[in-house]
């Protein structure tokens, strides 16, 4: 079993740790994305992923500045859109102006241009971790093989990996290629893409005395996947952080991980 406190993090090769757990912001706009960061780092979350795709970062930067916990103690995550390919640099100075910050901790290239790899962007992304407006740079949605050729093209391996994740959609094959290349798994949809009526999620769930969204939750955490669950609602803001009281075993983790087969 493996404990592990609210604050945990990775640690990124760009010598970056990042949280475990974020609170994610897709969807939410205006005040549901103020008032859910707000929430978010009340309740103790220190991680926020946001995107310029996502029209908030002007939202997500007041509640960080109003929120009272630092902007040194907040791991901020943007993402560049394929679309904006060749217009890099344009794109991260209007996130830090929207976002009103020097930095981000986290910049990420939020989907393979035009399905590829496009180390020209990658270049880009390079450039910025250089000139301090990012401490770590990272893709999206991008195949091992993609990844692979930004490597070979830059020398510089990206340092995470955000994908679609959760126990039914779990691949140790893929775990085990961002592994070998010292790419961190961040996952995200870990509720919205799990079934979360399943009978073994269920039975784990009532074992613990927690949710269906926690024991998934949880089993990221345990795992060691970064983790970034969104909710407009503080109750549940506050159940998808409520999750670090309790273990799953490594028999409930195995039955968990076999969802996926
Ligand atoms: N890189 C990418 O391409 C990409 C793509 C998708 C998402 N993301 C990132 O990942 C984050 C999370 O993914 P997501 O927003 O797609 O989905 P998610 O966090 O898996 O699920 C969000 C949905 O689940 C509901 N929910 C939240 N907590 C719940 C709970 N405890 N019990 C039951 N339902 C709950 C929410 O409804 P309520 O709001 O009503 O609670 C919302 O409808 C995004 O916000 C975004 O930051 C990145």
Request: with cysteine; net charge negative.
């Amino acid at each position: 079993m493996t404990t592990r406190t609210s604050q945990e993090t990775v640690q990124l090769a760009d010598g970056v740790s990042i949280p475990l757990v974020g609170f994610g912001t897709w969807e939410l706009e205006g005040s549901s994305a103020y008032d859910g960061v707000r929430a978010a780092l009340d309740i103790g979350y220190r991680h926020i992923d946001t995107a310029t795709g996502y029209a908030n970062e002007d939202r997500v930067g007041a509640a960080v500045r109003d929120s009272g916990v630092g902007r040194e103690n907040v791991f901020i995550t943007t993402k560049c859109p394929p679309e904006n390919a060749g217009r890099e640099r344009e794109t991260l100075d209007a996130s830090l102006k929207a976002l009103g910050v020097d930095f981000v901790d986290l910049w990420l290239v939020h989907w393979p241009p035009n399905g590829e790899a496009r180390p020209e962007t990658w270049k880009a992304f390079v450039e910025a971790l250089e000139a301090g407006k990012t401490r770590a740079i990272g893709v999206s949605n991008y195949s091992i093989a993609q990844i692979d050729e930004l490597t070979a093209a830059t020398g510089r391996t990206p340092a995470l990996n955000q994908i679609p994740w959760n126990p039914f959609i779990y691949d140790q094959r893929v775990v085990t290629e961002l592994e070998k290349r010292n790419v961190v798994l961040e996952g995200y949809s870990p509720l919205k893409r799990s079934e979360l009526g399943h009978p073994v999620l269920k039975e784990i769930a009532t074992a613990h005395g927690k949710t269906a969204a926690q024991v998934i939750l949880r089993w990221h955490v345990d795992r060691g996947f970064v983790v970034i669950p969104r909710s407009q609602r503080r109750e549940r803001i506050e159940e998808n952080f409520a999750i670090f009281d309790f273990e799953l075993t490594p028999e409930e983790l195995r039955r968990l991980d076999a969802l996926g087969a």
